[in-house]
Structures are given as structure tokens and as C-alpha cells.
């Protein structure tokens, strides 16, 4: 909730708000808690923490830190104990308002058998001992010789009993295993002992899927089971420690589970690179399903564009990524694209351009097309409109995806995202970057006032992927001035520029030296007024003698 204070706010001025909010936290009893908070707002914001049921001034249990490098205002609680569960607040003000945002701890007590009746998650295994599942090891144990490579992660069988044939190799060469036939064989040993434990509790088994974004921002995987016993109670781990989760979903709920008839749905909502992590789903004390989720760092420097078409015309959707991805996901009206007769999925060469092109468009492709790399996702709207040309013959375009064509990526250097203006106090720490794309790739040059500062030692630059840096560690009011970037390749050439203002009184010092030598030089004509004078009262004293 955002309370302004004034009308209206001064041009360059801003009321405090949440760039990134505190996420809700369901932790086990002794462990280390903290939320994490990124504001904005001009003037900077004061951020102050509370709680609903209580008071958060010990210092003993409650800790509020600031990381400059980040802007990350946390509040730690080290040791966190059961009654420290409560919904808390984060505040940010200053003179023209106040942004706060409420979130959510929960605390598992150890060895407490009941479920936890306050809290807003409620784990459908909460009634087993938590001394007893909290800390979950791999039952999965194979009967394997030491390689001359080293042994076996375990984690890699627990991925391999879930995963589909196809997939095989490609966990083979993620954990370095070279022995297809030692394998299979392994492989085959474990899934025989899997199954006869599985057979107490489960009659059949099937369509396991594996985690993945979807265009709403969340994670899933899935799979289709028959219990023997409905009141079986199934757990959700993450890196072996057990996971609470809710049967009914709603905005506040981090991890749910949805059942449509046989099949059994994990959500995950509000992702974060901290997610990340083997995830096994276990009915009683047996494993049936294992998935590895990893989120790449990977962000959208061009999102996908609104996009008009006329009927029977193609339309292209187009997204650049700050790092090489080698395939996302397209998503049509909540439905996920592949390539064939109606969609080209294309991606450049650096595996930075990703494009989608639906061929030959009609009134029902209109609607909300998104493009899903990582955590990360944008959306458009594909706009079609009626053609009134001859009926049933399609309009002729740049692009012709009806015979293969050789597509190429080569173009001129081109400014993506430009500098920023930035006004850092002396002393203080700079970071400025642009996005600049170009094919083949183009050479960066930094500039500060049309002089080339690449070599100097006093600026650290660098560019991953067409992403350009420069970072300052303490700003100096020589740093101000205007600076470049120029980028050039064989097809051309392009540039953006910005002025760093230092903030603070570089003629401060030089004005109080001033006034010193004023003051010196005062005092100097003073004692040679003073001597002048004595010299002539004694010469007239001489001269009345």
C-alpha cells in the first residue's frame, strides 16, 4: 500500500515503492530467517521494519541491515524460534509518502506431530515427526565401484529413475558418466527396488513430468498416480528438506498441489534464483518422482512488441536476452508453440535474437503471445486485422516463410538500451550500462569527455554478451563530464552518451584556503603596520632626546 503525503510530487521527485518485495518464508525452528527488500524513491527512502504481535527492537533476535552494493535492506533473525511466527511489515518513507508491504513467516516447530493450525500454509504431511522428515537422505543407494573418474552423485540416479529415455545422455554428460552399459544396468537394479517399494502404496504410476515456467511465472511439474490408500499422505522436498504446501491456491501460497482426478499437480509461484533445487515428491517414506529445476541467469534487454498483421499476412514476435539461451519457450493463449506448419521459431547464431513468426495469420491467432526464458517471461498482443484484397490469395511479404530461405542476422551495430544520467555523491560508487547488439559482433569503446578511457585503470569496463559496464568505486568530481559509448562493426556504427553530475562542493575546500591566506595575509600587513608604526614612535622619541 502506497500513501502519498502531497498533491503533487516535484518534477524528478518519487514517492517510495517496492522494486522487489519480501517473500513469504516457512522455515524449521533454530534456522537463520531473513527477508529482503529493494526500494526506490527520491528523496532515498527510510526503510523501517515491525511486526502484528509483537515488538521488533531486540537486537538479540531481530537484526536490520543495509548492503549499498545491492540496495538490499534485509532483517535477519537468527536462531528463529516458534513464537517469532507472525505476518511483518516492511516500511519505506520519506517526505512525499510511505510504501509498505506485509509478508509472511511461518516456523516449524521440531518434533511437533500436529498441524500447524495458524499458520496460512497448511502442509497436508504436517502430522508426521518432523524430527523424522525434516532432514530427508537419499534412500537410493546403488551397489556401484568406484570409477577411475571418481564416484557416482547420487543425485544423478535420483534424476535418472524420473527422467524419459531421451534424456539419458544428456545427464550422462552432466555428471560425467561415460559407462552407458554400467548404467543401464545400475539404472535397472534401482528401478526394480523402486518399484517393489512403491508397489505398497501406489497401483500404477505414469506421465511424470518435469519441472518447468510456465507463462503465468510458475513452476510445475506433474504426474499421474493411483494410490492404494487415499489417506496415504504425500510429502514435497526440496535438496532433501521437506516442503509445506496448501491444497487450495491463492496468491500468498508459495507451493501448492492441485488433484484432478489421477493426476497430481506441484505449483511453485512468485520464482526466485533461491527456488532452484532438486525437487522429489515421496508417498509415505517412498520416492516416486525426482526434477532438478534450475534457473539460468537470463533477462530480456528487447521484450516482444505489440504486433499488427492483415489476414493471410505473417506476423513476427522478436525478443533479445542479455545472455546466449538456446531455445525458450513460446506461448500462444496459454498454449505452448512449436515449430511446423503454422510457427517458425528462429534464433540467431549468438543465441541472443530469439524471433517467432506465425504464418499466415487469421482473425482467431489474435490475442496474447509470450516469450518464457528462465523466470523470466513478456507478453504482446498480436492485433489482426480484416482484408479487404481478393479473397484466398495471400499478400505478398518481406519475409517469405512458405519456401526455405537462408535468414541472416547480420546487421549494424544498434542501441538497445541506453546510458542512463546519474548524479552520485563524492565518494560513492558508479555502475553505468547500456545494451548494444550487432552482427558480426561490434568493439566497444568508452568515452569521457571525447577522450577514450578503456585503458584507464581508474574505470573498470566490461561487456558480457553486449551488455557494456562501467563501474567507478569511489567518484571524484574529475569523474563528471559527458561519457560515450561507440560501437562499430563492418556494417556500420552507432553510439549513446550521458552526463554523470558528481554531487557535493568541489570549491569547498579550495574556498577555505582562501580564506586562511586571507586571514595569514591579514595578520602579516598587521605586524608590518605595527612594526612601521613602532619604528617611527622610537625615531621620534631619539630625535625629542
Not at 97 to 117: H, S, W, Y
Not at 130 to 153: C, W
Request: aromatic share 10%; with cysteine; hydrophobic share 40%.
Amino acid at each position: 500500500m502506497i500513501t502519498q503525503y502531497v498533491e503533487k510530487i516535484p518534477d524528478g521527485k518519487s514517492h517510495p515503492d517496492f522494486t522487489r518485495k519480501p517473500i513469504a518464508l516457512t522455515i524449521q525452528e533454530g534456522k537463520f530467517a531473513f527477508f529482503k527488500a529493494l526500494v526506490i524513491g527520491d528523496p532515498e527512502p527510510t526503510v523501517t521494519w515491525g511486526r502484528n504481535n509483537g515488538d521488533v527492537s531486540d537486537t538479540s533476535k531481530y537484526v536490520t541491515k543495509y548492503d549499498p552494493a545491492t540496495r538490499d535492506h534485509l532483517f535477519e533473525m537468527a536462531n528463529v524460534k516458534p513464537e517469532q511466527a507472525d505476518t511483518y511489515k516492511c516500511f519505506a518513507a520519506n517526505e512525499f509518502g510511505r510504501a509498505v508491504v506485509t509478508v509472511v513467516l511461518n516456523v516449524i516447530e521440531v518434533g511437533f506431530k500436529k498441524a500447524q493450525a495458524d499458520s496460512q500454509v497448511q502442509p497436508e504431511a504436517a502430522v508426521a515427526d518432523f524430527k523424522s522428515v525434516l532432514k530427508r537422505k537419499s534412500k537410493i543407494q546403488p551397489k556401484m565401484e568406484k570409477k577411475e573418474d571418481g564416484e557416482i552423485d547420487p543425485k544423478f540416479w535420483e534424476l535418472l529413475i524420473s527422467a524419459d529415455k531421451k534424456d539419458y545422455e544428456s545427464l550422462m554428460l552432466e555428471f560425467g558418466v561415460t559407462d552407458f552399459r554400467f548404467m543401464l544396468k545400475t539404472l535397472n537394479e534401482i528401478k526394480k527396488e523402486r518399484e517393489e517399494e512403491q508397489a505398497q502404496f501406489i497401483e500404477n504410476l505414469a506421465n511424470l513430468k518435469p519441472i518447468e515456467v510456465g507463462p503465468d511465472g510458475c513452476a510445475t511439474f506433474s504426474i499421474d498416480m493411483d494410490l492404494i490408500e487415499q489417506s496415504s499422505r504425500i510429502f514435497l522436498y526440496k535438496d532433501g528438506v521437506m516442503i509445506p504446501y496448501s491444497k487450495e491456491l491463492g496468491d500468498t501460497i508459495k507451493h501448492s498441489l492441485k488433484i484432478v482426478g489421477r493426476k497430481y499437480q506441484f505449483s511453485i509461484r512468485d520464482l526466485f534464483p533461491d527456488d532452484a533445487g532438486l525437487y522429489q515428491v515421496d508417498v509415505e517414506d517412498v520416492n516416486v518422482f525426482s526434477t532438478d529445476f534450475k534457473i539460468p541467469m537470463v533477462d530480456f534487454l528487447v521484450k516482444i512488441q505489440e504486433c499488427k498483421a492483415m489476414e493471410r499476412e505473417d506476423a513476427v514476435f522478436e525478443c533479445v536476452l542479455s545472455q546466449p539461451f538456446g531455445k525458450i519457450m513460446w506461448v500462444g493463449k496459454n498454449l505452448p508453440l512449436e515449430a511446423g506448419d503454422k510457427y517458425d521459431i528462429e534464433v540467431s547464431e549468438d543465441k541472443l535474437i530469439h524471433r517467432l513468426i506465425i504464418k499466415d495469420v487469421a482473425m482467431v491467432d489474435k490475442g496474447i503471445y509470450a516469450a518464457v526464458a528462465g523466470i523470466k517471461s513478456c507478453n504482446a498482443f498480436l492485433v489482426v486485422e480484416a482484408d479487404k484484397g481478393e479473397p484466398g490469395k495471400k499478400k505478398q511479404l518481406p519475409i517469405n516463410t512458405n519456401t526455405p530461405v537462408e535468414v541472416s542476422f547480420e546487421k549494424p551495430p544498434s542501441v538497445l538500451v541506453p546510458l542512463k544520467v546519474h548524479s552520485p555523491p563524492k565518494g560513492f560508487q558508479m555502475y553505468m550500462t547500456c545494451a548494444i547488439r550487432g552482427c558480426p559482433t561490434p568493439s566497444v569503446t568508452w568515452h569521457l569527455n571525447n577522450v577514450c578511457i578503456n585503458g584507464d585503470s581508474n574505470y573498470y569496463i566490461t561487456n558480457s554478451y553486449g551488455v557494456c559496464s562501467m563501474y567507478i568505486l569511489r567518484v571524484r568530481h574529475k569523474d563528471a563530464g559527458e561519457y560515450k559509448v561507440v560501437a562499430v562493426n563492418s556494417f556500420g556504427k552507432a553510439e549513446c552518451s550521458t552526463k554523470l553530475v558528481v554531487k557535493g562542493k568541489p570549491l569547498k575546500i579550495l574556498i577555505s584556503i582562501i580564506e586562511v591566506l586571507i586571514w595569514i595575509l591579514f595578520v602579516i600587513i598587521s605586524l608590518i603596520i605595527f612594526l612601521i608604526f613602532s619604528l617611527c614612535f622610537f625615531s621620534s622619541q631619539t630625535k625629542s632626546h
